[in-house]
């Protein structure tokens, strides 16, 4: 096996003992040195003054400091109410209230008032970014670390001196240089794709999440339902888009310095994308044998004005025109790239919504294509019977370098055969780095990329670029009834 390098923004650092357990250490000296900070002497007796005020003083002091500063974030500000607890030694939220230790503010506080500020900031900017409620599949550490470090890049760049601190420390000026060579953005998705694919070490990943801790995460997975999970998401997405409008416009002149937090939210607030309606551009209007409820015929309908005078007969027709996929195309991108798992779940879903009785017919001509540099499998399918037991047997073959032409040339020659005689699209699974065609196919492609590449991948202006996440991929296959009691889940599936 081989041996772990460190990462390349921290080679020069001077080794040092990982910080063990997340900061416990600090947090008593933190409370050592509020409580030290928090007495006095008056008239020969000695008083501790209430950390629980203290803290929530604190916080208040915060929150009307960065509003005065930051009014596009006036919402958001005063969106969480705060709540003393024990659920937490430092700052934490579960999006409706922040729960805080008064012992850590005191000492932020005494340290720097800015440094409280921050901590604020960090926290509130977590919930408009939605990271919380997006951490569902993912690596928990690694998504927190993440989320930590898109949060502090924006932090770090806002010029106020509300949060204006020492200046970014050579740690952080290194990893941001090397994550804005493949992002414009520093999302938290497109950072924790960089993240697992450099495959940190735990010395290194230890000594990132002390240099961007700010908060604690422990309540972001509550024992709540999902219902009310979904309201919160909901209710921080409403604030984030209200924020986005006011920056854009009556408040434009007072967000100046705020572009980072603009990029992000704007980033954040994208709609989803429908991939199964998505799915839908790719069929064609086919006449099929089914009773349609929306019409009727004009014969019978003028023969009963003929022979009643007032009474037309009603007869719906025994055929209508639906959008149907014949023939389609679906790649696999299998470069050491791209994730065995996240593969199962595209299979899953598009599955699911191949089974549809509304979208596909019921004699299809589907092939399945794998690809690395070089074609690797081509499987024919006739039948969704036939392509449940595909996927029952799948096997990822390749794990090389990225070439996408070689499947283009294989679907060219299959045309000229006649194999591929209403060929409408292809659909290509893949992270998008790899070498693409200089000309542009006679039917639709669309590159299909899961989550936000780390790379601003330059897909070919006559392709269509559609990018997705495992909860738009999950909410497809649910919607209107397509994920049925049959369909073949994503556990189910063989392990890659």
Request: charged share 25%; glycine share 6%.
């Amino acid at each position: 096996m081989p041996s772990r390098q460190p990462a390349p923004w921290l080679v020069k650092q001077a080794p040092r003992k990982p910080w063990p357990c997340c900061l416990r250490s600090v947090t008593a000296a933190s409370q050592r040195a509020a409580v030290r900070h928090s007495t006095y002497r008056k008239g020969g007796l000695r008083l501790e003054k209430d950390l629980t005020a203290i803290g929530r003083e604190i916080l208040e002091t915060a929150r009307n400091e960065l509003y005065v500063n930051l009014p596009y974030l006036d919402a958001a500000l005063c969106s969480l109410t705060f709540t003393p607890g024990n659920e937490t030694q430092f700052v934490a939220t579960d999006g409706q209230k922040l729960v805080y230790s008064g012992a850590y503010l005191s000492d932020r506080f005494l340290r720097s008032r800015t440094l409280v500020n921050r901590i604020y900031l960090h926290v509130i900017l977590h919930c408009m970014l939605r990271h919380p409620w997006r951490r569902q599949g993912r690596d928990s550490a690694l998504w927190d670390l993440s989320c930590d470090i898109a949060v502090e890049s924006i932090l770090d760049s806002l010029d106020y001196p509300c949060l204006r601190g020492s200046g970014a420390l050579p740690l952080r000026q290194s990893l941001y240089g090397q994550l804005r060579r493949n992002m414009a953005v520093l999302t938290a998705e497109g950072i924790y794709l960089s993240l697992s694919r450099r495959t940190l070490s735990e010395y290194d990943q230890g000594r990132l999440s002390r240099e961007f801790f700010a908060d604690d995460h422990t309540l972001w997975d509550p024992p709540q339902g999902d219902e009310e999970r979904k309201k919160q998401s909901q209710r921080w997405e409403d604030i984030s888009q209200r924020t986005q409008t006011g920056m854009e416009t009556v408040l434009a002149g007072t967000a100046q310095g705020g572009e980072a937090v603009y990029e992000q939210v704007k980033v954040a607030n994208r709609e989803s994308p429908d991939y199964r309606s998505f799915l839908r551009r790719f069929a064609a209007i086919r006449e099929t044998a089914a009773v349609d409820g929306d019409a009727f015929e004009y014969g019978f309908y003028s023969y009963g004005l003929r022979l009643y005078g007032n009474m037309p007969l009603i007869e719906p027709p025994e055929t209508r025109e639906d959008r149907r996929i014949e023939d389609f195309v679906i790649a696999i991108d299998t470069s050491m790239s791209t994730s065995g798992a996240l593969v199962r779940q595209f299979l899953s879903t598009t599955y699911s919504i191949l089974k549809s009785t509304e979208t596909f017919t019921r004699k299809m001509n589907l092939r399945i294509l794998q690809c690395d540099d070089q074609l690797r499998s081509d499987r024919e399918l006739h039948t969704l019977e036939e392509l449940r037991e595909y996927m029952e047997d799948f096997e990822l073959a390749g794990g090389s370098a990225t070439d996408f032409r070689p499947v283009f040339e294989h679907v060219a020659r299959l045309q000229e055969q006649g194999a591929l005689r209403r060929l409408r699209g292809l659909l290509y699974f893949t992270d998008g780095m790899g070498i693409y065609p200089k000309k542009r196919p006679p039917y639709d492609t669309a590159f299909i990329l899961m989550e936000e590449s780390a790379i601003d991948v330059p897909v070919p202006p006559w392709a269509i670029r559609m990018v997705l996440t495992a909860p738009d991929l999950e909410r497809a296959a649910r919607e209107e009834g397509v994920w049925e009691e049959d369909s073949l889940p994503p556990e189910d599936l063989p392990i890659l």
